[in-house]
């Protein structure tokens, strides 16, 4: 009977996630959009002080500054996207919050976790380029166009990297005519995760039929992730940036 009640529970809290206003919150730097039902897509040139430097910090950790120059950076307010996002990242904790009282056999180090932070990702790397860039943005990542630039060797999924220096290859952020490169910077779920195999279209089972929620190059210290669900990546940050000559 409290198995039964405690999945009610659950259930219940699922169905409300999509409308608890603390889980649809905006992030609180959005100055363009800020009503979380809009359909409005905004990218907002981001000016000098704590939030781009913040962001340009992080770029930079893995890259050398003298061999690359950043031109500009944007904030992408999609609060279509980010709702889908939200309530994904919601339901991870809940479901962890499910499997410490039993419903479903939990991990010891995920045991008792009901909040989202330690299956989020702030943030991972994607390069891409200007044909495409804008179409991420609009309208979130697309797994149709998995192995175009990478093949496939961890999971067909959309692809992340730990690290700015790896997306930063010209292979992933392809230059354009003007040499400006394009990298997002993104917010992912990564949940559970394991080692990816080629070209596999799921990620393995983690246990009672329930899969893994992302696959990964190296289980105890990932520098790839891959998603297989498109709400489980926003695209938080655009940086614009250039190769320099030495």
């Not at 056999?105 to 909040?115: E, H, L, Q, R, V």
């Not at 943030?123 to 630039?149: C, K, M, P, Y």
């Amino acid at each position: 009977k409290e198995a039964e009640q405690a999945k009610q529970a659950l259930q219940r809290t699922l169905e409300q996630a999509s409308c608890d206003s603390n889980v649809l919150r905006l992030p609180s730097t959005w100055s363009a959009v800020r009503d979380p039902y809009s359909l409005l897509v905004e990218k907002v040139l981001v000016a000098d002080g704590p939030e781009r430097r913040e962001v340009e910090a992080a770029f930079l950790r893995t890259l050398d500054p003298r061999s690359f120059n950043v031109v500009d950076v944007h904030r992408v307010e999609n609060a279509s996207m980010w709702r889908c996002f939200a309530v994904k990242r919601h339901c991870m904790g809940v479901r962890e919050k499910a499997d410490a009282v039993g419903l479903v056999s939990s991990s010891p180090s995920s045991a008792g976790t009901a909040s989202f932070e330690p299956f989020e990702r702030r943030w991972l790397f994607h390069g891409t380029n200007e044909a495409v860039v804008d179409a991420i943005i609009q309208q979130g990542f697309n797994r149709s166009f998995t192995g175009t630039n990478v093949g496939a060797k961890y999971g067909k999924g959309v692809y992340f990297a730990r690290d700015a220096e790896y997306s930063a290859d010209k292979q992933y952020s392809r230059p354009g005519a003007d040499g400006v490169k394009y990298m997002l910077l993104c917010r992912v779920a990564v949940g559970h995760y394991c080692k990816g195999e080629e070209d596999a279209l799921t990620p393995a089972v983690r246990h009672d039929h329930v899969r893994c929620d992302s696959t990964c190059d190296k289980v105890d210290n990932p520098s790839i992730f891959v998603t297989y669900h498109d709400s489980q990546a926003y695209p938080e940050y655009l940086v614009r940036f250039r190769a320099t000559t030495r």
